[in-house]
């Protein structure tokens, strides 16, 4: 579950972690009265105007600018609240900017230069451990970072068994080039940061830029959280920070049956029960020279339910020129799934396109069966191939 960076920082600060401070408006009225709290509480004479979207390259977009005045702040809010906000990450189509967060200046002058790294927490799934990956090079895309100057990507490792270690931390702040007080403030830093990211159950904290003031100081200027959907009923006080409207509607309606569904751009409907198996259905229907339009799998406890549900959020997609539901009759029986098939086509109506489904396992006769007397425009196979096949005559 992805979540914004206001709530991102409020997570790593409950847990010690130093960031910039903010305060998070919804309109230009309220963005003034954020600037003026946020002037209280810290000082600040300027102000930086963020853009809240579940993207990154905000600033490229448009969506992160400095207000040096208390009318400016406004001004800038009122660009950014409602604008279309088009990143690398958006695609073409952008978000719209909601929200607005009102983050103290950091970047003051003093007596040594700023600098600006790159942090993250995750895990490595070849190893089955977490990494803690950083670079010198921050405030930049780490993708170019890690294409053009690999030498400058630095991984630690940490043991599942112990946890981080201190002398890792200290190791981490040594390549990073900080002495001092900086050093001391990034060891702190870096403890509070894994911390934070072990006890969330989150699967990526992604810190770009981490920052030394000039005054060497550590600071989270920006925060990525990714927080781990399988483990949310541990943290249920984090369901509240999920953002329906920052999501495909398509992936919101079908959380609501407990589907698995990711839109693609092709042309050919997927409804599977199993990831693997999922992944194998878009490979045959790319071979067989269609597109898959998503990724849906219905899980193992397919019934009639799931299946109209996986009907009509598929037939939203006005791309989609047929739907294969390919099911193995493993734990589910297939003549249900089936039968779940022909009352999901009568009660969705309307089904212009052709079916295809492909039934294997428990009863799979018998669903074909089912489905070759139904009279409906459905078509049956048995084999993967067979329903390649139909895909590749019908699309």
């Not at 920082?9 to 130093?18: E, H, R, Y």
């Not at 853009?51 to 992160?64: F, M």
């Not at 781990?228 to 992936?251: M, Q, V």
């Not at 397919?302 to 109209?308: D, G, L, M, W």
Request: hydrophobic share 40%; aromatic share 6%; proline share 3%.
């Amino acid at each position: 579950m992805n979540i914004h960076e206001y709530q991102g920082k409020s997570i790593l600060k409950s847990f010690g972690v130093a960031i910039q401070e903010g305060v998070v408006a919804s309109t230009p009225e309220k963005a003034v009265l954020a600037a003026k709290e946020l002037q209280k509480q810290t000082g600040t004479e300027w102000w930086v105007v963020k853009a809240q979207i579940h993207a990154g390259g905000r600033g490229k977009g448009g969506g992160v600018k400095l207000a040096k005045s208390i009318n400016e702040v406004k001004e800038i809010s009122k660009q950014i609240i409602g604008m279309q906000l088009v990143t690398h990450q958006t695609g073409p189509q952008g978000k719209k900017v909601k929200k607005v967060l009102i983050a103290q200046d950091v970047y003051y002058p003093g007596e040594s230069e700023t600098s600006e790294f790159y942090m993250s927490v995750l895990l490595n799934r070849q190893t089955g451990r977490n990494i803690i990956m950083y670079s010198t090079e921050g405030g930049m895309d780490i993708e170019t970072v890690a294409a053009e100057t690999p030498h400058l990507i630095f991984k630690e490792e940490i043991d599942p068994r112990v946890g981080l270690q201190a002398f890792q931390a200290r190791k981490i702040a040594f390549n990073l080039g900080l002495n001092g007080k900086a050093f001391k403030e990034m060891v702190k830093f870096v403890s509070a940061l894994y911390n934070a990211y072990d006890n969330t159950d989150s699967s990526l904290f992604e810190i770009n830029p981490v920052l030394k003031t000039s005054d060497n100081k550590i600071l989270a200027v920006d925060a990525k959280v990714n927080l781990d959907d399988n483990a949310l009923f541990r943290h249920r006080d984090y369901l509240e920070l999920r953002d329906l409207a920052e999501e495909d509607p398509a992936e919101v309606e079908a959380s609501k049956f407990d589907l698995n569904f990711v839109k693609l751009d092709g042309n050919v409907g997927c409804m599977v029960n199993g990831a693997g198996l999922a992944m194998a259905t878009m490979d045959i229907i790319k071979l067989s020279g269609g597109d898959p339009a998503n990724f849906l799998d219905v899980g193992g406890t397919a019934n009639a339910e799931t299946v109209e549900a996986g009907f009509r959020i598929i037939l939203k997609d006005p791309n989609v020129k047929a739907i294969l539901i390919n099911i193995f009759g493993g734990i589910v029986r297939c003549d249900r799934v089936a039968q779940g098939v022909v009352d999901a086509y009568h009660s969705v109506g309307n089904i212009s396109i052709p079916v295809i489904v492909r039934l294997q396992g428990t009863n799979a006769q018998e669903g074909k069966e089912l489905i070759d007397k139904s009279g409906l425009k459905v078509y049956s196979a048995i084999t993967l191939q067979e329903a390649a096949d139909r895909v590749k005559e019908l699309v």
